[in-house]
């Protein structure tokens, strides 16, 4: 199986400051369609994971334009240009270029 | 709007079945080009892919290698819904559960997602 690593694990950031969240796979994702299938999720406490952006840098339906997924290969980031206070919760990437499908561990975004 | 209703006991006996039904409205659990998933999420393991069924022509099923002498997803057309057994159950598979739609724009679009629901293995 893919083993997705995430850094930081835990990540304070100021209100209207920006963040930034990596991602490592073990092996490379793109997929022999020439694809990257690499989404990241949030979770809000107490909800289930949402969709942010999937294939690598492409942004679900009503998600915010301050969230952009970029990287190539086995390098992710996950970045909020200005942080907003709706924005706490916990952040995974998780590959579906192969199966099974991986997630990170989670990084959990604060507000200091 | 698509919406995932998830039912089913919250507390199963080790070596029992678990069993959790995932109700849909809004799509066809028969869609050509959607994908109806299980996932669980645990403090130990974190979130984890356990397996999906889904219609082209015909039905067909993936699962987690996992857990994959223990699991079955299974359509009901007559309901519009789909379910999850896990059989022989231990410990290790307490956990929030969750049914997801792929909803077949991309490879792991997994667009609409249950309320979760805590399966706890215990006697």
């Known amino acids: 199986d893919i083993v997705m690593t995430q850094t930081p694990l835990s990540s304070p950031v100021t209100l209207g400051q920006p963040a930034s969240i990596s991602c490592r796979s073990s092996?490379?994702?793109?997929?022999?369609?020439?694809?990257?299938?690499l989404s990241w999720l949030q979770q809000r406490p107490g909800q289930p994971p949402r969709l942010l952006i999937y294939?690598?840098?492409k942004r679900f339906s009503g998600v915010p334009d301050r969230f952009s997924g970029s990287g190539a290969g086995t390098d992710f980031t996950l970045k909020i240009s200005r942080v907003e206070a709706e924005d706490v919760g916990v952040y995974y990437c998780?590959?579906?270029?192969?199966?099974?499908?991986?997630f990170g561990q989670g990084t959990k975004l604060e507000i200091k | 709007q698509v919406q995932l209703q998830q039912s089913g006991p919250g507390l199963v006996k080790p070596s029992q079945t678990l069993s959790l039904t995932c109700a849909i409205s809004?799509?066809?659990?028969?869609?050509?080009?959607?994908?109806w998933n299980w996932f669980r999420q645990s403090p130990s393991r974190g979130l984890e892919w356990l397996g999906r069924?889904?219609?082209?022509?015909?039905?067909?099923?993936n699962y987690a290698e996992l857990v994959k002498s223990r699991i079955t997803v299974n359509p009901d057309t007559s309901r519009n819904q789909f379910s999850l057994q896990l059989n022989s159950v231990t410990p290790e598979d307490t956990a929030v559960y969750y049914c997801?739609?792929?909803?077949?724009?991309?490879?792991?679009?997994?667009?609409?997602w249950g309320q979760g629901t805590v399966i706890t293995v215990s006697s």
């Open positions: 998780m590959q579906a270029t192969q199966f099974p499908h991986t």
């Open positions: 092996q490379s994702l793109v997929h022999s369609d020439g694809n990257t299938y």
């Open positions: 294939e690598l840098s």
């Open positions: 809004g799509d066809s659990v028969s869609s050509d080009s959607a994908a």
């Open positions: 069924t889904y219609y082209r022509s015909k039905w067909h099923n």
């Open positions: 997801t739609r792929d909803g077949g724009t991309s490879y792991g679009f997994f667009d609409y």
